[in-house]
Structure formats: structure tokens, C-alpha cells
């Protein structure tokens, strides 16, 4: 079964989400702040992490910098509602 | 940066301002000199001309015939000032006009004396036999002689011969009238002069004081008027001796002109003497004052013109000195060995303009003297004072002005942050609700539910995020129209009582929407005047995401202005923030 982590804050994002990808047969399971985060990632083996960007105190860059430095073996896809072009290109730089 | 650029300007202004006043002084400077240079051409053809005029004059009265001249020269002398004489020089002698300038003669006719053998007599007498009334007796016959050169010598002896005796008011009286031959030659000298100094040293024997100072002063200043023409050992003798008794304190020195003439006179008559011809134009330095000497010569004699500073002054620089003056200069002389003529001729400290002797062929060096009253020492002027505090206050003004600039410059741009922050919030706060909005609905259309309580749930959000976004609108419009000033206020009285229930009944509403209490930020504590304007939101709101866009206080804040209240802020560092609302009540 494909363990999928999603941090996100704002509730009505992370319902649609978690809804919608246990529709789909995956095990779910939501983190509403960086820290949270960290911890269920290191406690439990996640497959994927969908990471938003904007999150209170450790914003989502910073969650995902330390994670791979964790060297942990998962797969991180980067949410962001901000469009601009050089958040775009560093979520990408930082994910690769 | 702009800053600097001022700076720079002010400095270069200030620079600027400074090399003009520093030109200007230096225009003045040289101004003042021109003018000098002027004063000292001025006072250099006014001598050249007076000394060319006297000499001649000099040599007019050298050639005159024999009879005449001593009455021209004397003419001539007429009003000279007391520092000054026309001497005439013969083989024979030397003759001084006006009469009494010289206090001493370098040569005197040979004086008749009365034959020796008239008084072997009287002096064997009175050296040898020592009687005093024997020589009296003898004397005294003598001394009523028609002969006025034997009644001369007899009463100088006699007055001696009853002094010894002790018969002091015949001596007085004998004296006295040895006076009364007045110029008749004594053994050489004047009667009277013989006849006072004898007096005097009576008196001083005699312990009489005060006539003794009469006699003494008298006799001081005849000899100083020049009343008898006396070779200058005489001199000297009688006027130390009248020295003496009038004490020294009492007394000042012969007038300085009539010392150095007469020293003038002597050292003429050894060069006359010696070369039978006199230089031109020389000066001489005696006695002070130095003493400048014109001659000319003819056959068998000279004339020459002794003369002072008061002569130089008065008869050959008056008429250039009120022009010198108005040049600023004072004239200066002095001889070749550096004696002062006029003024002190030392090298004089300052702005000076020379002019050698040997360029002018006068006997001196002349120095023209800028006086400090036109000298342009001081560089604060009050024009250039002025002109210092103008362009200080002009760069004052830029300094201020530039500040100014920068100040409402750095306001500008921290203002344009602000709104792009302000921007940036805004977008993301629209766009948070509005992902939730689709994303659900979209779900929802797609049918990708497979529960009522989850489709429930779908609702609920819906809900709760279009209010959401709703309440945003609103706010974001009202402030809108706050700003344009648009907002029409309705005042209307309400009972205190009934407006605290509905605050407390609202406060309770908004309150149930966020259940969990969140610690602060502590922007209130950090910024409790900036919080209240518009935009700005406490730096942590970024980092920690928090919701909102800045404008609440501020709207509240101008509601409440406009209800003629106020808001205030009390806040504490972790322990909290007290807003305190005020308005005022109908009374």
C-alpha cells in the first residue's frame, strides 16, 4: 500500500486531498505544520510527500532541504499557490 | 549616495566662495599698493624738485659780489625752521644766518684782548702775595678804565679777588657790571657770559639756591638761543656747568636741531678747509637728528644749506602730503647708513615700496609706508562677511533641502514596499479560498465522493470558504473606500448599555470561530504606533503565514477617529496586548 504524507495547513486544501487520494486506495495521512511533518516522516516510511510551500514557522523549502539531507528514501512533490517564476524554478531546483 | 552628492556641492561652494574673498583681498592688496607706489613717486619729485630749486638759489647767492651777499643770504634765512641754517664760508671765516641758530661756531674772528703786561701787576698780587685787598684796590682802578677790553678783564679779576675776600655783594656787584658790557670780549668771551657763569658759581659758594637756579636757567637758555658766538669747547664748558647746578632731572638737552646744525657747521668748515670746495648733496650724521647738506661754490666761497627733518618735512614734503595721505602712505627717509630722517627710517614691518639713493641721487632712502588704515589685513570684511554667510545659508538650504528629499524619498519607497507586500498578501490571500473553492467543487461535480459524511464535509468547507472570501471582499472594498474617502458615515446615538451587550454578543461569535487560543507574535509589543497603519502586518505575519492583509487596525482605527474616539495599544512581551477603544459619549 502506498503511504502518501500531505502537509498542508489550510483545512479545506488538505480535505479535498486526503479525501480524494484515499478514493484512490492510497493510505493517507495529513500534517498540518513543517515540524509535524518531519516527525511522522522519520517515525513512519512514507512513499510520498506532498509538501506545500507556504506552511507557518518552517515553511515547506526548509522541510524539504531537511529531509533530504535526512537522507530518507521518499519522494517529495512540491504544492504552491504562488505562481511566481522564481518559486517555481527552486521548488524544482530543491526537489531535484 | 544623494547625500554625498550635496556634500560635494556644499564643499565646492564653500571652496568657491573662499578663493573669492582670498582674490579680493589680494585686489586689495595690490590696490594698496598701487597706491603706494603713487605716494612714493609723489614724495620722490617733490624732493628731487625742492632740492634742485635750493640748490639754485645756492648757487645764485654764491656768485653774488662780495657786498651783497651776506645781506641776501640773510634774507634768504628769513622764517627758516629752528633745525636748519645758510651758512656762508669765506677763507676768512664762516658766517650762520639767521642769527642764534648755531649754538657754536667752527671758527671765530680773532678777538683783541688787552695787552698782558696792563694786569702782571694785579695777578702778582693776587697769586703771589695772596692779598686779596691789595689786587682789589689796584683792580679797581683798572676796572674803570675807558678801555672797555681792560674794564673788562679788571672786573672779571676784581669780582674774583673780592670773592676770595670774602666780599660776597661786591662781587655781585662787580659782576654785574661786567654784565653791562654785554658782547665786549672778556679774555676771549663775552662779558656777560663770563659775567653770569661767575655769578652762579657765586651763588652756588655762596648757598644761594634759588638765584643760583635763576642765574643757572638764564643762562641756559641764552646759550641755547645762541646769543653769543662761541667756539664749542666754550660751549660745552658753560652748558655742563649750568647742567650741574640746575640738576639733571630739571633739565633736557638743547633743542636736537641746533645741536646737529651746529655739528653740521663744524664738520663743513674742516671740509671747506681742507678742499676749499663741498660736495653737492650729503647728510650727516652727528648728532640726532641726521642733517642733510646743500652747497654750491663759487670763487673763494660756498654757501650751504643745513638742513633738519621739520625743514624736509615742512618746506619740501608739505605739498604732496595731503595726497600722500589720501594714498594711505606715510613717507619715510633715512640717510645711507640707515639713520632716520623721518620717522623711523628702520625698515619698517609691512608693505613697503623703496627708493634707493643711489637710483633718485638723493641723499637718502625713501620708504613709502602703507598705514594700516587702508592695509587690507582683515579678510572679514563686512562685504565678504556677507558674501560667507550667504552662500553658508544657501548650502544650509541645500543640506536641508537634500535631507528633506531624502527623507520623503526613503518614505516613498518604504511605502511602495509596503504596498507590494501588501499586494502579495492579498493575492495569496484570495487565492488560498479559492484553490479550496474549486478543488471541491470540482470533486464534487466529478463525483469522486463515496461517502454522505465526506460529501458533507465537502460542504461545510464550501461554506466556510466563500464566507471566507466573502468577508475578504468586503473588507478590501470598505477599506477601498476609505481611502478614496468615499465612506459615508451614519452617526447615530446608542444607548452604552445596549452597544457593550451586542459587542460582547459579536465578540463571542467571532471568538467561536477559532476554538484554540494561538500564543502571539508579539509584533503588538514590538510596534505599537506602526501597527495601526495601513498594510503593515508585523514581520513574523510572513513567516508564520498568518492570515490577513494588514488593513484591519487601520480601517478600525479611522472608523473609531471618525466617531471622534481613539484607539489605543498597551502591549507586553509575552504577556499580552490590551486594545483600548474610546468614544465619546452625549453629555
Known amino acids: 500500500m502506498t503511504r502518501i504524507l500531505v502537509v498542508e495547513d489550510e483545512p479545506g486544501i488538505a480535505l479535498g486531498l486526503e479525501n480524494d487520494l484515499k478514493l484512490e486506495g492510497y493510505e493517507v495521512e495529513v500534517a498540518r505544520d513543517g515540524e509535524t511533518a518531519l516527525r511522522r516522516a522519520r517515525e513512519q516510511s512514507f512513499d510520498l510527500i506532498l ?46 | 549616495m544623494f547625500f554625498g552628492i550635496t556634500v560635494v556641492s556644499a564643499a565646492a561652494l564653500g571652496w568657491l566662495s573662499w578663493q573669492l574673498v582670498l582674490q579680493d583681498r589680494a585686489l586689495a592688496r595690490q590696490r594698496v599698493q598701487e597706491l603706494r607706489e603713487n605716494a612714493a613717486g609723489l614724495a620722490l619729485a617733490a624732493l628731487q624738485k625742492h632740492l634742485s630749486e635750493v640748490e639754485e638759489r645756492l648757487t645764485a647767492l654764491a656768485n653774488l659780489p662780495e ?19 645758510l651758512l656762508i664760508f669765506h677763507t676768512a671765516g664762516i658766517e650762520a644766518y639767521p642769527a642764534g641758530q648755531l649754538i657754536y661756531y667752527p671758527s671765530l674772528p680773532r678777538l683783541e684782548q688787552a695787552p698782558a703786561r696792563v694786569f702782571r701787576e694785579a695777578d702778582a698780587i693776587e697769586f703771589r702775595e695772596r692779598n686779596h685787598v691789595r689786587a682789589i684796590t689796584v683792580l679797581g682802578e683798572l676796572s674803570r678804565s675807558s678801555n672797555l677790553l681792560v674794564r673788562g678783564e679788571a672786573l672779571v679779576r676784581l669780582g674774583r679777588n673780592l670773592r676770595k675776600a670774602g666780599r660776597w655783594q661786591e662781587a655781585v656787584s662787580a659782576y654785574e657790571q661786567l654784565a653791562r658790557l654785554g658782547n665786549v670780549p672778556a679774555g676771549g668771551i663775552p662779558a656777560d657770559l663770563v659775567a653770569r657763569g661767575a655769578l652762579a658759581a657765586l651763588m652756588e659758594e655762596h648757598g644761594d639756591r634759588d638765584r643760583l637756579r635763576r642765574e643757572a636757567s638764564a643762562l641756559y637758555a641764552d646759550l641755547d638761543s645762541g646769543r653769543w658766538r662761541l667756539a664749542r669747547p666754550v660751549y660745552n664748558f658753560y652748558a655742563d656747568q649750568a647742567r650741574r647746578w640746575l640738576g639733571a632731572a630739571a633739565l633736557s638737552q638743547p633743542q636736537p636741531g641746533a645741536l646737529a646744525i651746529s655739528e653740521a657747521a663744524q664738520f663743513l668748515w674742516e671740509e671747506w678747509q681742507k678742499e676749499k670746495v663741498l660736495k653737492g648733496r650729503q647728510t650727516l650724521w652727528a648728532a640726532d637728528p641726521s642733517v642733510v647738506l646743500v652747497a654750491r661754490n663759487s670763487v673763494g666761497r660756498a654757501v650751504a644749506l643745513a638742513a633738519g627733518p621739520d625743514y624736509v618735512e615742512s618746506r ?94 526613503a518614505r516613498e519607497l518604504a511605502v511602495a514596499r509596503l504596498q507590494s507586500d501588501f499586494v502579495a498578501a492579498v493575492s495569496h490571500e484570495f487565492r488560498t479560498p479559492l484553490t479550496a473553492l474549486r478543488q471541491l467543487s470540482e ?137 483600548t477603544v474610546l468614544l465619546p459619549t452625549e453629555s
Not at chain 2, 67 to 85: K, M, R, T, Y
Not at chain 2, 521 to 535: E, L, N, W
Request: with cysteine.
Open chain 2, 67 to 85: 657786498h651783497e651777499i651776506s645781506q641776501n643770504v640773510s634774507a634768504s634765512s628769513e622764517g627758516l625752521p629752528a633745525d636748519s641754517v
Open chain 2, 443 to 579: 470533486l464534487l461535480a466529478k463525483g469522486r465522493v463515496n461517502s454522505d459524511d465526506v460529501r458533507q464535509q465537502y460542504y461545510e468547507v464550501l461554506e466556510h470558504e466563500s464566507g471566507r472570501l466573502h468577508r475578504l471582499v468586503e473588507g478590501l472594498l470598505k477599506f477601498g473606500r476609505l481611502e478614496a474617502g468615499a465612506m459615508r458615515y451614519q452617526f447615530e446615538s446608542i444607548d452604552a448599555g445596549a452597544f457593550l451587550r451586542s459587542l460582547v454578543e459579536e465578540f463571542a461569535r467571532e471568538a467561536g470561530r477559532h476554538p484554540r487560543a494561538r500564543p502571539g507574535t508579539g509584533d503588538s509589543a514590538r510596534r505599537p504606533t506602526t501597527i495601526f497603519q495601513k498594510f503593515v502586518r508585523g514581520e513574523s505575519a510572513k513567516t508564520l503565514g498568518v492570515q490577513g492583509t494588514g488593513v484591519g487596525l487601520a480601517v478600525a482605527q479611522q472608523i473609531v477617529r471618525r466617531h471622534g474616539g481613539e484607539i489605543k495599544l498597551e502591549s507586553e512581551l509575552g504577556v499580552g496586548s490590551t486594545f
Open chain 2, 316 to 409: 619740501w614734503l608739505a605739498d604732496v602730503k595731503p595726497v600722500v595721505e589720501r594714498y594711505g602712505a606715510e613717507i619715510a627717509l633715512a640717510d645711507s647708513e640707515g639713520h632716520p630722517v623721518l620717522r623711523s627710517g628702520e625698515t619698517p614691518a609691512g608693505q613697503h615700496s623703496v627708493r634707493l639713493g643711489s637710483a633718485t641721487s638723493l641723499p637718502w632712502t625713501l620708504y613709502a609706508i602703507s598705514n594700516s588704515r587702508l592695509a587690507p589685513g582683515d579678510v572679514f570684511t563686512v562685504r565678504n562677511r556677507l558674501v560667507i554667510a550667504g552662500l553658508f545659508a544657501i548650502a544650509l538650504l541645500v543640506a536641508g533641502g537634500s535631507y528633506l528629499i531624502g527623507r520623503a524619498v
Open chain 1, 51 to 96: 509538501l506545500d510551500i507556504m506552511l507557518p514557522r518552517k515553511d515547506g523549502f526548509a522541510v524539504c532541504r531537511e529531509i533530504r539531507r535526512s537522507g530518507l528514501p521518499v519522494s517529495i512533490i512540491v504544492l504552491t499557490a504562488k505562481t511566481q517564476e522564481a518559486e517555481k524554478v527552486l521548488g524544482l531546483e530543491l526537489v531535484s
